[in-house]
């Protein structure tokens, strides 16, 4: 078998594995009540693209029961720690709007900015952190944000790869029916490679 031939089966195995989690991800978050079914699924998406960096035939064959079953698993921790995540953000939201319309300072607009970066940045580490460590549920703010601040390179990253992933989905509007997972693979991708960093220099030290 040639090398195009295989990598035509390999890409092939991608894209089914990409719209598979995107369907079973649209199918979890309805079975999980919509609005408590966004996190668990998420953060099973997430561990499913985990495991896929590391061996795509590990998951490529995953089933709807599977995706169910860790679902059910992740259900009450990702729900408090993604609920926990969206106030903070609607509290920021909110001092923004108070920052434009009532302070109106250049400066403090700055620090403001600076802060929702580090806190944004922060937020969008703590499902991956959740999926990949075990440690109580509070602490994988402070492992996030540890994580954030000892992979700014990767962070810069993140943001860079959603801004691509955007503009791609705009240049190609097939993109937009697998949202979750093409938006989800830089987050997940540079998160795992920052764990991986910070693990082998925490075993080597």
Known sequence: MGNLTKGSIRLGEIVLFIVKLQLFWFVSVFRFGIITGIFPSTATVINLLFRGFKELDDVSSIKWQDF???????????????????????????????????????????VLFLFTMVVITTLIYVLPCYVRYEMPLTSYFKQAFFLMLCSIPSSIAIFLGLIVVGFISTMFPVFTLVPVPLFLLPTVWFSYQSMLRLEKQAVSN
């Open 68 to 110: 169910l079953k860790a679902g059910q698993k992740h259900f009450k921790a990702a729900n408090v720690l993604g609920f926990i995540s969206f106030f903070i953000s609607l509290i920021l939201y909110i001092d923004w709007r108070i920052s434009l319309i009532f302070i109106q300072n250049r400066f403090f607009h700055v």
